[in-house]
């Protein structure tokens, strides 16, 4: 294992569903003794099945095996419940495997949450002191590390307030100024830079990238954020069901991950959780249906057809609608507006007909958010509605042809196009 930083030998991690217990040591002895009675249970629910929730098991981890070598960044992407917190973990020692051998070569440190191993009551100086000794540093080493780890956290005038009066975005700044800078030799990391501003993200995935370079640190980071995967990792595994699904190329393990979390429909209903609160919305969409395709499958150069389903609750006048084009790494890359799309009056029904090309798009998979909008003299709009995953589909180069996550056509930059209306 001289080249390895870890290794894992069908590893398995099996939880127990539903309570376990009841909570007292007298109802456990009496559930005991039912069962060697073969008699009903009397702590047993209403309409609950004696010994079922007992013995309900699930794998959140299925005969795992995997080797990670030293200095590598390995990204880890998958649907919630995949497994990957409970993989980092077991890495961190925060539980064990129920079957399975895991051999880490050094130390490691962890962020699987904002603010892991912090006292709320203490200064931020106490608490990095605190967090580097349950990271398995000397006070030594933390001293002689401490200036960089408040310099890069940018909380000097905060370090020695309490940190219980810290934002989310001040625990995660200090969280990782501490992971990042003492000596460990394996960095594992679990979605925390969400909570922080995107110049921070920045400053953090360059260290993620300084301290494996340089140090030659193993970095192990799951996030459901695309972009900052194909930045920093050079390779990226999908994990589903507990199990590995791929690991490879990034582009391909994306483009794995995309297929699983895209749902390609023809009709979507908005629901409530589609649209922000803050919105005006005195217009509702309610429907919107691609009109042109059975299977949501375009071929470069279609054109796409929807209509849209609205409701007003009042009259409203000088409305547009916008269309946000985002492919399978979750990056904008199209947007489609249209002309006023006429008045609205309070308690009507509205149908909007609409099209656009897909030349700006390539290969892969979309989702586009519809944004309904009203616009001043100024040229300042106001959103009156917006609903996400309004229409998913596939674009394909030619029939049968495969397809390339991303889009080399666009260079990295958003095309602009016009959402016609139809008549």
């Known amino acids: 294992m001289n080249n390895l930083a870890i290794k894992m030998e069908h590893v398995t991690k099996e939880y127990r569903l539903g309570a376990i217990g009841s909570g007292t040591l007298r109802g456990d002895l009496q559930s005991l003794f039912a069962r060697l009675r073969h ?21 959140a981890l299925n005969d795992i095996s995997l080797e990670v070598e030293k200095g590598e960044i390995l990204g880890i992407i998958g649907h919630n419940g995949a497994g990957k917190s409970t993989l980092l973990k077991l890495l961190s020692r925060v539980t064990a495997p129920t079957r399975g051998t895991i051999g880490i070569n050094g130390r490691v440190a962890s962020m699987l949450e904002v603010g892991t191993g912090f006292h709320p009551e203490l200064t931020g100086r106490e608490n990095i002191y605190i967090n580097g000794a349950i990271l398995g540093m000397s006070r030594a080493e933390i001293t002689r590390k401490y200036d960089e780890i408040v310099e890069f956290a940018e909380l000097e005038k905060f370090i020695d307030t309490p940190i219980k009066r810290y934002s989310s975005g001040m625990y995660v700044k200090l969280a990782f100024a501490v992971a990042a800078h003492l000596d460990n030799e394996i960095l594992v990391m679990d979605e925390v830079l ?104 375009y071929h470069y150069g279609d054109t796409i057809r929807a209509r849209l389903h609205c409701h007003s609750d009042m009259d409203t006048d000088e409305i547009r609608l916008r269309a946000e084009f985002y492919n399978g790494t979750d990056m904008m890359t199209g947007i489609a507006c249209s002309a006023m799309v006429g008045s609205f009056r309070k308690g009507q029904d509205k149908v909007i007909e609409f099209q656009t090309g897909t030349s700006m798009l390539s290969a892969g998979n979309y989702r586009v958010t519809l944004v309904l909008y009203s616009s001043n003299a100024l040229g300042l709009s106001t959103t009156v509605d917006l609903g996400k995953n309004a229409m998913t589909f596939q674009i394909y180069d030619e029939p049968c042809a495969e397809r390339i996550i991303g889009n080399p056509r666009l260079g990295g930059f958003t095309r602009y196009a016009d959402l016609e209306l139809c008549v």
């Open 39 to 59: 008699r009903e249970d009397p702590n047993t629910k209403i309409g609950e099945t004696a010994g079922k929730s007992q013995n309900e098991k699930f794998l």
């Open 194 to 297: 969400a909570v922080g501003d995107m110049k921070f993200q920045d400053k953090c995935l360059g260290k993620m990238g300084d301290v494996s370079k340089e140090d030659g640190r193993t970095v192990l980071y799951v996030s459901h954020n695309m972009s900052t995967i194909k930045r920093l990792c050079k390779q990226c595994m999908v994990l589903g069901n507990g199990q590995i699904l791929y690991r490879g190329d990034v582009d391909h393990a994306i483009d794995i991950y995309s297929n699983n979390l895209f749902r390609l429909d023809t009709v979507h209903e908005f629901k409530r959780a589609d649209y922000w609160d803050y919105y005006a919305r005195t217009i509702q969409m309610l429907t919107c249906e691609l009109t042109n395709t059975k299977d949501c499958v």
